[in-house]
Structures are given as structure tokens and as C-alpha cells.
């Protein structure tokens, strides 16, 4: 068996879409294992830019089978439309199955999500307003709707009253915001439920067939490693384990059936919303950064918070992953600076440490120690051998490597799929 899980190593936004895009050509079944629509991925494939947030990557190649696990939160709106719009700009779709055990967002969800946003005010947490948050909370309270009770009319049709009736007082007396109209919700999620009939299956018995067969099968992470529910910036994280541990809880798959982990770092760091960021650049490197890396996001459109590589989020991550190998994206972003800076450490309190901090008071009192190396000035989007990159940026690609403490299998040089260069093969 081959089975590769892909995650993100840093705080998301890693360019994951074109690194599970290009493995996902050697693949057989390529599977999302958690998240929901509030991640984005973008491809680009001659020259033509998809945007995917629920379905997997993998779905450009018409001859795979792509699979939303159980531990995905799914939108059925924003499901359908995204599959119709690749319908109609005339891709031949590969095979989508979806996880009957799958929850369900609602529209309660992204109302609360939004009500709550509101309500905190300064001490908001940056959500999409997706109802993410809101549909795992309700899975952990043991009140969430599954895609298998969406499929029984007389299921969709007790849950769904019980629990607008509840939203619907919380809305009310909490966040004193709109209430929801159950028949009207009944009516659009019974419409819904007749197209996702067509895709439901139990995943995991898909999965493990397949990998019992021989089969080789590409894990897709959402969000990154600081962004775990447990191991990330907490608060300020999503409300699922995008880490590699995922994986096998959201696709119904035992550990020993994992052979390798891929990290997806950007050659610099950046980061959405709220929380500490050591590496932070306010000034106009962070920008110049920013428009050339078009680092805003896939999915809101937000400008992203830019910085420089930090090697101690990055042996954190490590380490909680099990990294076999870093595919390094966006280095061609860096082209044309005179020198680059690389965190190898944060003192604290006049200290030096390398371990991430879990307090986030803690961390914001880190001040990022900071070794510097020589830029290049060359276009890299030419480039396909490590041998060939500039002596500088080959320099640079090592030196991640060795302070992470995990070999580089890919480096991405630009946007689209054959803008890579290949040092390990995966598959």
C-alpha cells in the first residue's frame, strides 16, 4: 500500500491546493479529511485558475476518485455550487463520493457564527462566519445533523425542528439577531438532500478496500498545523485537527495504515485573522511580500499577515505531525530581495528558547531571533532541478531543511502544476 497524508505546517494558506493538485496526478483516491468551507485551495492548470473549498484537489483529474470524509463539516449549498460551477466551465469531473457521516452546516450555523462574531467585539477570533465552528460545536454537543439524517425525510424533519426551535430561542433571548423559518429550511434541505443521495457511501469502508487492494491514497488537510483545535494558537484556530492525526479520524482509517506525512510550508510565513505572530512584517518588506505573493484569501479575500520563516513553528510542527518530508512552496516569491531572514529562535525574557509556547501570553512576549542570509535576484518559474535554482535560494532551501529537521521532497517555483521542482518522489 502507498497512503500519503498532506497537512499544512504552518497557519495555513501553505499553497496545499497545488501540492495535493500535483500528487494527486500519481494517486489513485485523493480524501479530504476535515474541515469545511471556510478553507480554500487555489490550482492553476494552463493557465486556468480553480478555486476549490469543499471539494478535494485531486478533482481536476477526470480518472480519480475524490472523497469528502466524516470528518468534514459540509455546506450543501456551497457543496452543489461548487460542483456545478466546475460542471460548467466543462471539466470532466473525476467521481465524488461523500462520508454518510459527514455533519451538515446549517443555516443556524452561519448566523450564530456571525451573531457570535459580533458579540465579542475586540476580542473576536477572525472566523470566516461559514458556521464552521458553530456545526462542530453542535457535533461535540451531540446535536448535529449527518448527511445520513438528511437522507431519512423523518429524521431531517425532527432534528431540523428541535433544533431551529433551540437556535431560535438562543437568537432570540442571546444574541438578539433573526430568527429562522423551519418550513423554509426544510423545504431548501430536502432539495439538497436529493442530489447528495447520488454521492453518499460509507467512506471508510471505501478506503480501507482500496488500500487493502493495493491502491494509493492521498490524505488532503485543510487550514495548517497552528490551527489545530489542540496544538495551535488557541483560541485563535479552527474547530477540527488539521494535523496528520486527522487523517485517520476523519477518514476512518487506523494509524498503521498512514506510510508518510508531508508538511506543506510556504518559504515564508503568513496568517489570517487574529493571534501572535513572531515573525510579523509591518513595514514594506510584509507588503512588497504580500502583492507578490497575491496573499490574500481564497476564500474572504482577507489580506494575509506576512513574515518571515520561522524555523521553531516549523520544528513544532514537525514534531506533532511526523513529518516525513517539506514541500516548500512559493520560493520564487522571495526573487529579488537583498537579503533574506530566517527565525531560528525567540528570546524571552531575555532568554533564548526554540520550543513554541502553548501560552499565547507567552508567545507574544517572544521576540524572533533572526539569521540572515544572501538573497538572489533571478526568476525561479523556469526552473525544474534543484542543481539549477541560484546558489543562493538552493542555500536557503537546505538551511530550512536543517533547522526543521526534515529532508524537502517538492519546492513550488509558481502557481501552476508544472511550476515544481521534484527532489524525492512520494508516491
Request: with cysteine; aromatic share 8%; charged share 25%.
Amino acid at each position: 500500500m502507498s497512503t500519503v497524508v498532506l497537512v499544512g505546517a504552518q497557519w495555513g494558506d501553505e499553497g496545499k491546493g497545488k501540492v495535493t493538485d500535483f500528487l494527486a496526478e500519481r494517486a489513485d483516491i485523493i480524501v479530504r479529511f476535515q474541515g469545511g468551507n471556510n478553507a480554500g485551495h487555489t490550482v492553476v492548470v494552463n493557465d486556468e485558475e480553480f478555486k476549490l473549498h469543499l471539494i478535494p484537489s485531486g478533482i481536476l483529474y477526470s480518472d480519480k476518485l475524490c472523497i469528502i470524509g466524516n470528518g468534514v463539516v459540509i455546506d450543501p449549498v456551497v457543496l452543489e455550487k461548487e460542483w456545478q460551477s466546475l460542471i460548467d466551465r466543462g471539466i470532466p469531473l473525476a467521481k465524488l463520493l461523500i462520508d454518510n457521516r459527514a455533519h451538515v452546516i446549517l443555516p443556524y450555523h452561519r448566523l450564530q457564527d456571525e451573531a457570535e462574531e459580533e458579540l465579542k467585539g475586540s476580542a473576536k477570533i477572525g472566523t470566516t462566519k461559514r458556521g464552521i465552528g458553530p456545526a462542530y460545536a453542535d457535533k461535540s454537543a451531540r446535536t448535529g445533523m449527518r448527511i445520513v439524517d438528511m437522507l431519512d425525510d423523518e429524521e431531517l424533519e425532527a432534528k431540523l425542528k428541535l433544533n431551529i426551535e433551540n437556535k431560535n430561542r438562543l437568537f432570540t433571548s442571546y444574541y438578539q439577531t433573526e430568527t429562522l423559518d423551519y418550513d423554509q429550511v426544510l423545504r431548501e434541505y430536502k432539495k439538497q438532500a436529493q442530489w447528495l443521495r447520488k454521492h453518499a457511501a460509507d467512506c471508510s469502508e471505501v478506503i480501507n478496500d482500496a488500500i487493502d487492494k493495493g491502491s494509493k491514497v492521498l490524505f488532503e488537510g485543510a487550514q495548517g498545523a497552528l490551527l489545530d483545535l489542540d496544538f495551535g494558537t488557541y483560541p485563535y484556530v479552527t474547530s477540527s485537527h488539521p494535523i496528520a492525526a486527522g487523517a485517520c479520524l476523519g477518514a476512518g482509517v487506523g494509524p498503521t495504515r498512514i506510510n508518510k506525512v508531508i508538511g506543506v510550508a510556504k518559504a515564508y510565513t503568513t496568517r489570517v485573522g487574529e493571534g501572535p505572530f513572531p515573525t510579523e512584517l509591518n513595514d514594506q518588506i510584509g507588503e512588497n511580500i504580500r502583492k507578490q505573493g497575491h496573499e490574500f484569501g481564497t476564500t474572504t479575500g482577507r489580506p494575509r499577515r506576512c513574515g518571515w520563516f520561522d524555523a521553531v513553528i516549523g520544528r513544532y510542527s514537525a514534531r506533532i505531525n511526523g513529518l516525513n518530508y517539506l514541500a516548500i512552496t512559493k520560493l520564487d516569491v522571495l526573487s529579488g530581495l537583498p537579503e533574506i531572514k530566517i527565525c531560528t529562535g525567540y528570546k524571552l525574557k531575555g532568554e533564548l528558547t526554540t520550543t513554541f509556547p502553548a501560552s499565547l501570553k507567552t508567545l507574544a512576549q517572544c521576540e524572533p531571533v533572526y539569521e540572515t542570509m544572501e538573497g538572489w535576484q533571478e526568476d525561479l518559474s523556469e526552473v525544474r532541478k534543484f542543481a539549477d535554482l541560484p546558489k543562493n535560494a538552493q542555500l536557503y532551501v537546505n538551511r530550512i531543511s536543517q533547522l526543521v529537521g526534515v529532508p524537502v521532497a517538492l519546492i513550488g517555483v509558481g502557481p501552476k502544476r508544472s511550476e515544481t521542482i521534484i527532489l524525492e518522489d512520494i508516491f
